[in-house]
């Protein structure tokens, strides 16, 4: 059992690491390991600590970057990992699974440790990351090797493995395999985040112990007991607007695996080894025949075994077109209806393809996710002008997120993307996707805009203008490099969620105007992320 899990997990990560999302998560988590030890007199935090923070020893850089990458990771990560069950099936090689002796828990726990093997594997570029920064950043020139890798081996590693196990989990359940379980992750990853720095939360990244550990550091530089307990601390990206008091601080060492820290690594590796292995309990290896259980029927909602149907049978990959709850006994893929396309000839206008990618783009919508646009328009006429920006409007630009990510990709569409591209006019179909998502962006932000503009607050309606402009751009972006809607469901939220807490630099609405980035730049990064989307497309063309 133990040899074919592991040539399962091998022979999986040696796949998952040659694709593009992998690359992109990989590069912003070194991206992580320089925000958290910054360069020059940028005084960028992760960890907040009030008005102070520690010296960059090997013990604060590897909490900080450690506590960032379970931030990063814990919501990019997961979307790069999930999608690999299904992907079998719909390649066939889980129909040749099937044939073979493999058990489904052998299947399911290689799958888990190859979701292990792809996270750590980042998370061991973090840490290397770490020592290179804490030397650039010249405090300290003492590597502590036991210190510097503590945080990540106790803390990050348990929790990443946790991920792995729920994106083997969603893989299996009908419903999650799909765009709602991006949605549903996200929701997820956000209270997990919230509970985490709330006073009575469940610690899941020790964040009350090194807090109390680093509450008493301060006191010992000299600060008083009542300064040193007023300090809060969270996990996040912000710029200080004064120079912070620094104090030096050992970080986590051998004597601090006490406590409860060892023992809640310990069970969380256990608790996400056993979740995996109970998808067994309705996964059905890949075979239609196989009865499924009391378990499986009450996830499909069926009395008996199913009728073979994709969300029956373990569903196709989560592909551009996946939108909302599969219901039991239907397919979970998005299927292009022709009847519904409108057919584009060589030489007609370009409205006619505009409209006809709005209609691919809108396709497959439910009535519920109308039904809650309209809510949020409606909360949005009617509440205060100054609750508009934040958090309505934003709010509205997060709704159609699992929209805008089919955008510059239909590769699980029933490959209309092969097809299109052996039609002339490619770029202007490209082109013209970018305009329906921009369409989306608008009728989502419209009332929010709109009270904006009635109040004369022609500021705030310019930055959110610029923001209608970017995330489509960015998300056809994302859609040309990775060929499938998950980088962007990976990338936005963390955008959004940076945005959503007032970091000035990534204020892509405007929600601080006094500090965050004037529309036009967003404007014009809108345009350059259109271009390069664009070139990226011509680029992929050129190559086959």
Known sequence: MAKTMGAVALADFRERRRRPAYLVVLL???????????????????????????????????????LGGAVWLALAGFSITRGSVPKDERTGVGQILAATPISRISYLLGKFFSNLLVLGSMLLALALTAVGMQLLKGESYRIDVVRLLIPFVLITLPL????????????????????????VWFAVWLGGIMMAQSAG?????????????????????????????????????????????????????????????????VLLLAGAVLLAAVAALWFRRFDPATPSGGAAALLAGTGAAGTGSAADTGGTASGPGEFGDQQAGRGASFELDPARMTPVRHGGSFASVAIGELRVLLQGIRLWWWAGLAAIAVVSALIDRENVVVPMLALAMLWPVLIWSRMGNHADAGNIDDLLAACPGAKRRLFAGLLAGIVLALVAAAVPLLRLALAGDMTAVAAGFGGVLLVPALALLCGVLS???????????????????????????????????????VMAVAIALALLGLAGDAVRRARR
């Open 28 to 66: 912003g988590t070194l991206a992580l390991g320089l925000l958290a030890a910054p360069l020059g007199d940028a005084d960028f935090q992760i960890f907040q600590m009030g008005d102070y923070r520690g010296l960059y020893t090997s013990g604060y850089v590897g909490v900080v970057t450690a």
């Open 160 to 183: 990443l493995a946790l991920v792995a196990a729920c994106a083997v989990l969603f893989d299996t359940v009908p419903g999650l395999r799909g765009g709602a379980g991006a949605l």
């Open 201 to 265: 939360g469940y610690d899941l990244l020790s964040m009350g112990r090194i807090s109390d550990s680093m509450r008493t550091a301060i006191e010992a530089s000299g600060a008083s007991g009542e300064a040193a307990e007023a300090v809060r601390f969270g996990v996040g990206l912000t710029a200080a607007d004064k120079e912070l008091v620094t104090f030096d601080w050992a970080g986590l060492g051998p004597g601090d695996l006490g406590g409860g820290l060892l023992a809640t690594t």
């Open 483 to 521: 060929r499938g809607p998950r980088l962007f469901q990976a990338l936005y939220p963390l955008l959004w969620y940076a945005m959503f807490n007032g970091i000035p630099e990534l204020d892509f609405l405007g929600s601080t105007p006094s500090t965050g980035p004037s529309p036009a730049l």
